[in-house]
């Protein structure tokens, strides 16, 4: 079979506009993929838009249903199928205990766990259509060991691993394939707002170049850097010792 009668490859990725969603666009560009990209706005997004005929651009905002619902019918009326939807839209906010802010866990949740789950709803059917669909989640690497002032984002991340860990052993019989991916710190418009140290920290371009490749062997799971990986998952033998490391004011023997 000649390339021009294989197959287009379709792929929907959200939160597209910067950071790993963007770098991950331009990968899948690069391969030949048809890209369907989604963000609230297109912001890096426009000057490829102009001058490559495989992206299309679909505004969303993951928490809006009527705009999911508008986009869930322009994918259709692109493609009939996808192959692949990465789902990347993502918001952080620390928690002040000082001066708590309950209500930030609602806002976090509702994009990073209850926006995955609405873009599910929108994807699933076309997923069920392709050959071997891929479902592709990123989570972080906050699930490996808890964090100061990351109550809301860890948790928010928590439910993405559990809920793409059970949503595989239910789309299995479509052969669709899922993964959860667990970054380490990546250099991105949210992360440039930490105001602290972040260890093994990579560019956008590295963590996009890093889950591309991982994903063509499908895994359950993928967590990077393994450095990073190493450290948390002592971190959880060594529960006491990485409080008093991180606890957020020193505590009193």
Same mark, same amino acid.
């Given at each position: 079979m000649?390339?021009?009668?294989q197959?287009?490859?379709? @792929?929907?990725?959200? /939160?597209?506009?910067?950071?790993?969603?963007?770098?991950?666009?331009? +990968?899948?560009?690069?391969?030949?993929?048809?890209?369907?990209?989604?963000? +609230?706005?297109?912001?890096?997004?426009?000057?490829?838009?102009?001058?490559?005929?495989?992206?299309?651009?679909?505004?969303?905002?993951?928490?809006?249903?009527?705009?999911?619902?508008?986009?869930?019918?322009?994918?259709?009326?692109?493609?009939?199928?996808?192959?692949?939807?990465?789902?990347?839209?993502?918001?952080?906010?620390?928690?002040?205990?000082?001066?708590?802010?309950?209500?930030?866990?609602?806002?976090?949740?509702?994009?990073?766990?209850?926006?995955?789950?609405?873009?599910?709803?929108?994807?699933?059917?076309?997923?069920?259509?392709?050959?071997? /669909?891929?479902?592709? /989640?990123? $989570?972080?690497?906050?699930?490996?060991?808890?964090?100061?002032?990351?109550? $809301?984002?860890?948790?928010?991340?928590?439910?993405?691993? #559990?809920?793409?860990?059970?949503? +595989?052993m239910?789309?299995?019989?479509?052969?669709?394939?899922?993964?959860? @991916?667990?970054?380490?710190? @990546?250099?991105?418009?949210?992360?440039q707002?930490?105001?602290?140290?972040?260890?093994?920290?990579?560019?956008?371009?590295?963590?996009?170049?890093?889950? #591309?490749?991982?994903?063509?062997?499908?895994?359950?799971e993928?967590?990077?850097?393994?450095?990073?990986?190493?450290?948390?998952?002592?971190? +959880?033998?060594?529960?006491?010792?990485?409080?008093?490391?991180?606890?957020?004011?020193?505590i009193?023997?």
């Amino acid at each position: 079979m000649t390339q021009e009668t294989q197959p287009q490859q379709w @792929v929907w990725i959200t /939160g597209a506009s910067s950071g790993i969603g963007l770098s991950l666009v331009k +990968r899948h560009l690069a391969d030949g993929w048809h890209v369907i990209a989604s963000a +609230r706005s297109a912001g890096e997004l426009e000057t490829l838009l102009d001058s490559v005929p495989h992206l299309h651009f679909i505004p969303l905002d993951v928490t809006d249903k009527g705009q999911l619902s508008r986009c869930q019918q322009a994918i259709s009326d692109l493609t009939p199928y996808l192959d692949r939807v990465i789902l990347n839209a993502g918001n952080c906010e620390y928690l002040d205990i000082e001066k708590p802010d309950w209500s930030l866990h609602e806002r976090i949740n509702a994009v990073n766990y209850l926006g995955m789950v609405n873009c599910v709803e929108v994807c699933l059917p076309l997923l069920k259509i392709s050959p071997r /669909g891929h479902l592709v /989640g990123i $989570g972080s690497q906050a699930v490996q060991a808890p964090f100061p002032r990351a109550e $809301g984002y860890g948790a928010s991340k928590a439910a993405v691993r #559990y809920f793409l860990s059970a949503l +595989r052993m239910d789309v299995a019989q479509y052969g669709i394939d899922v993964t959860c @991916v667990l970054p380490g710190f @990546v250099d991105t418009p949210l992360t440039q707002k930490n105001d602290f140290s972040m260890p093994f920290i990579m560019s956008a371009e590295q963590a996009s170049e890093r889950i #591309y490749r991982a994903l063509e062997k499908r895994p359950f799971e993928y967590a990077f850097p393994k450095r990073l990986s190493m450290v948390l998952t002592l971190a +959880r033998c060594l529960p006491k010792l990485w409080l008093r490391l991180n606890a957020t004011k020193p505590i009193n023997d």
